[in-house]
C-alpha cells in the first residue's frame, strides 16, 4: 500500500502526540481505593457511559472486562471534562482547572467515584498524563474561541478533545507498532469532525461554529446561512466536500486497528463503524443538519458488527 506524505495539519499533529508521550513523573500509589470502592467507582462510570453514548457504550461491551471498565473510566473522565465547560456551574476555567489537579496530579479523594477510577486505569495501563492534560486543554478551548477559520484550525481543535482519547485507549487496548500513533491521531480527528457535521444545528444555537470559515466562503456561504437554517444547493455542496473528506480520513486511520491488540480491534472497528454510519444518515435527511440529528439505531449497529468481526478476525 503506497503511503501519502503527510499534510501540515497531520505533521502539527504528530508532533504534539509526540511532546505527550513521555512516562508519568509523578509516583503512584499502589491502589487508588479499595476493593469494593473500586468496583463501585468503575460501575458508575459504566452507568455514566450508558447514559450518554449508546455508541461508545455498546462498542466496549466487545472488550475483555478489565480493558472494558477501563475504557468506561476513560470516557466518563472526558464527561465530566466536557460538563464543566458545556454546562457551567460557576468559574467554568477554575472548576476545569480544579478538575484535571484532583484527576492528574493529586490522591482522588475517596467520594469522587469517576476521580477514583480514572486515577487506577492511568495506574494500571500507564497512560501518559500529557494527553489527559491535551484533553483537558482542548475542551477548555470552548471558553475562549467559538469561531475557526481553516481545516487545520478544526483538526488542531479535534486533536485536542478526541486524539488525546484514541491515543489514550490505545494504552488500554494495547499496540504492537509505533505506527499505530498517527493512525489513532488521524481517526480522533474523524470521530469530531463526524460529530461536528453532525451538530451544526446544536452547535450554533449554543453560539459556536466549528466549520471551517474559509471553506465555507469557498461555496458562498456565511453565518447567515446558519442562521436561516435552509438547505440550499450551496449547503448540500459544501457538506458533501465535508462527508467525502471525512470518508477519506476513516479510510486512512482503518490500517492503524490491526496493530492494535486483537482483543480490542473490534470495538475500536465498530466505534469507528458506528460514528461513519452517521455521515450515510445525514446524506439520506438531505444534509438537514438543522432539523435532524443523525444516527444509527441499536438494530442498524447491531447489524455492522459480524462483517466488522470477519473484517478484523
Not at 494500571?124 to 487545520?152: C, H, K, M, N, W
Not at 509505533?178 to 491521531?185: K, L, S
Request: charged share 25%.
Amino acid at each position: 500500500m503506497t503511503t501519502l506524505p503527510a499534510l501540515s495539519w497531520e505533521q502539527s499533529l504528530l508532533s504534539l502526540a509526540k511532546e505527550a508521550h513521555v512516562p508519568a513523573t509523578i509516583p503512584q500509589t499502589k491502589s487508588v481505593a479499595d476493593g469494593p470502592r473500586l468496583l463501585q467507582a468503575y460501575a458508575h462510570c459504566a452507568a455514566l457511559t450508558a447514559a450518554h453514548s449508546r455508541s461508545f457504550y455498546l462498542a466496549t461491551r466487545l472488550l475483555p472486562v478489565g480493558k472494558r471498565r477501563a475504557m468506561r473510566a476513560l470516557y466518563a473522565f472526558c464527561r465530566v471534562c466536557d460538563d464543566i465547560v458545556d454546562r457551567p456551574a460557576g468559574d467554568a476555567r477554575e472548576r476545569l482547572a480544579e478538575w484535571q489537579f484532583r484527576t492528574l496530579w493529586a490522591q482522588p479523594p475517596a467520594d469522587d467515584l469517576v476521580a477514583l477510577a480514572w486515577a487506577d486505569t492511568r495506574q494500571r495501563f500507564a497512560i501518559p498524563i500529557r494527553y489527559a492534560e491535551q484533553l483537558v486543554e482542548g475542551v477548555g478551548r470552548d471558553l475562549d474561541q467559538s469561531r475557526y477559520r481553516t481545516f487545520e484550525e478544526v483538526t488542531t481543535y479535534a486533536y485536542g478533545v478526541a486524539s488525546t482519547v484514541g491515543l489514550m485507549s490505545m494504552h488500554i487496548i494495547g499496540y504492537s507498532n509505533p505506527e499505530a500513533v498517527p493512525h489513532a491521531i488521524k481517526l480522533g480527528v474523524a470521530l469530531q469532525i463526524t460529530n461536528i457535521l453532525r451538530d451544526v444545528g446544536e452547535d450554533w444555537q449554543a453560539g459556536r461554529m466549528y466549520l471551517p470559515a474559509d471553506e465555507m466562503a469557498v461555496y458562498g456561504l456565511s453565518e447567515a446561512d446558519l442562521t436561516s437554517a435552509i438547505v440550499t444547493d450551496r449547503w448540500r455542496a459544501f457538506m458533501r466536500f465535508q462527508a467525502d473528506r471525512n470518508r477519506r480520513l476513516y479510510n486512512e486511520a482503518w490500517p492503524g486497528i490491526a496493530m492494535l491488540h486483537q482483543d480490542g480491534r473490534l470495538a475500536v472497528a465498530a466505534a469507528a463503524a458506528f460514528y461513519r454510519g452517521i455521515l450515510d444518515d445525514i446524506e439520506a435527511h438531505d444534509y438537514d443538519v438543522f432539523n435532524h440529528r443523525a444516527h444509527l439505531t441499536g438494530w442498524e449497529k447491531l447489524r455492522l458488527i459480524p462483517a466488522l468481526w470477519w473484517r478484523n478476525r
